[in-house]
């Protein structure tokens, strides 16, 4: 199995950044990707990004431009680089991985709070 711990979350005002980490342990050997969810309170779980072990990128559309995903494999450690932040990205984050197949998100983290002020 694979454990995911997250951390980084905080307090901050609109326009400032944040950047969040999520660790990886456990049977890391069969990720195939990681990436960050999101979830406001009294909305769906949203996607917000993912790389692949080829190091290819997508990002959700309301954080491109903003928002970076980067990798150290060394440390099995994913990190979202939160940039430019609006109040509307307040919401739980949370680091998913999973396998080349299937092609869904198993694993999780246990979340972590973003808050940005108006």
């Known amino acids: 199995q694979v454990q995911l711990v997250e951390s980084g979350g905080g307090l901050v005002q609109a326009g400032g950044s944040l950047r969040l980490s999520c660790t990886a342990s456990g049977r890391t050997s069969i990720i195939y990707a990681m990436g960050w969810f999101r979830q406001a309170p009294g909305k769906e779980r949203e996607f917000v990004t993912t790389?692949?072990?080829?190091?290819?990128?997508d990002y959700g559309d309301s954080v491109k431009g903003r928002f970076t995903i980067s990798r150290d494999n060394a440390k099995n450690t994913v990190y979202l680089q939160m940039n430019s932040l609006k109040p509307e990205d307040t919401a739980v984050y949370y680091c998913a991985a999973r396998g080349l197949y299937p092609d869904t998100y198993r694993y999780w983290g246990q979340g972590t709070q973003v808050t940005v002020s108006s």
């Open positions: 790389i692949r072990r080829t190091g290819e990128t």
